[in-house]
């Protein structure tokens, strides 16, 4: 957690310098806030409110992010460091945002600001009583990732199980209340087209090498069933 404070601030801070220096990551940078647009960004004039909270003593954070480069950024020490101070950053430059603007004026802090950060330092703290390095293998990752299945839309989904017959039947409606409904009523262009002209997908065998194909039947006979149980 601290190293990703660290990461996704340094993001905030030195990615916009990047981005105008390179000219690259264009839909990146119209997001990007601005670290020093807390005073005219705001979208009402507020000189003695709370908000925007002012940097403070994050300065020499944001100091410290503009001079280093992200293999720095993401290393032990480093995130030992300042990941607290990255997440309280963070957490200014959110709540700042909440309220209208897009950044953290520089300034020094004033009572209010103090008091706020020292809400967020605090919660900021409890979050990371939390953290620790789970030690993982490439061969671990690489095992984990193969059991996870993503559905058409992109969440996450569980394992598919094999079922057999008999637990697939109690599930079907009963005798005499079924039906179909006509595909090609629901589709239009070319998918109406290929359920209408099935053979327009079928081309000559030639020899070639064939996709490898992903769908699966997932039934099994009673007995697999009952001997993978």
């Not at 001079?67 to 997440?87: K, L």
């Not at 009963?174 to 081309?203: K, N």
Request: hydrophobic share 40%; proline share 5%; net charge negative.
């Amino acid at each position: 957690m601290r190293s990703a404070g660290c990461a996704l601030a340094w993001l905030v801070v030195a990615g916009r310098t990047q981005v105008e220096a390179f000219g690259s990551l264009t839909a990146l940078g119209s997001v990007l806030p601005e670290v020093d647009a807390g005073d005219c960004a705001v979208h009402r004039a507020l000189p003695k409110a709370l908000f925007p909270i002012r940097r403070g003593s994050l300065d020499k954070l944001v100091d410290s992010l503009m001079g280093a480069s992200y293999e720095e950024v993401i290393s032990c020490d480093f995130s030992t460091a300042f990941g607290e101070e990255s997440w309280v950053f963070l957490s200014v430059l959110f709540v700042n945002w909440l309220n209208g603007s897009r950044g953290v004026p520089s300034g020094r802090w004033r009572k209010t600001d103090l008091n706020a950060v020292t809400c967020l330092r605090a919660a900021v703290q409890r979050a990371l009583r939390l953290d620790k390095v789970v030690e993982r293998s490439l061969a671990a990752v690489e095992k984990e990732l193969a059991s996870r299945f993503v559905s058409y839309t992109g969440e996450e989904v569980p394992k598919m199980e094999p079922l057999s017959c008999e637990q697939i039947i109690p599930g079907l409606p009963p005798e005499g209340h079924g039906g179909s409904i006509p595909v090609t009523d629901w589709t239009s262009g070319r998918t109406r087209s290929f359920l209408v002209r099935p053979e327009d997908g079928m081309v000559e065998d030639e020899g070639q090498e064939l996709p490898k194909l992903q769908a699966r039947v997932h039934i099994v006979t009673r007995w697999q069933w009952l001997h993978n149980w």
